[in-house]
């Protein structure tokens, strides 16, 4: 299992395109991918959870990866994070 943090820095926080970047991402792999804050985590893999959880800035986002590819999910949502919020 991997763990990631990291502080949202966009103004808008986490709206439907970020949304839609991670969770398209997050299906290109077969690992689960969770993503959240503090106690609430959803399926990555799904933009209405996603956008449930409410990721603003300045709060900050965890993301979890458990399974056969996490290592490479790891790096991309990684990447991805990094460079778009």
Known sequence: MINYKYT???EFGIHA???FQLAKNASDFTCSIQ?????Q?????????????????GDEMRVTFNGTD?????N???????EHL
């Open 35 to 39: 993503i959240g804050k503090a106690d």
């Open 17 to 19: 395109r970020p949304a």
């Open 41 to 57: 985590m959803a399926d990555a893999k799904d933009v209405m959870e996603i956008m449930g959880i409410k990721l603003m800035q």
């Open 8 to 10: 949202i820095t966009k």
């Open 70 to 74: 996490e290592d490479k999910a790891a």
């Open 76 to 82: 991309s949502m990684i990447n991805l994070i990094k």
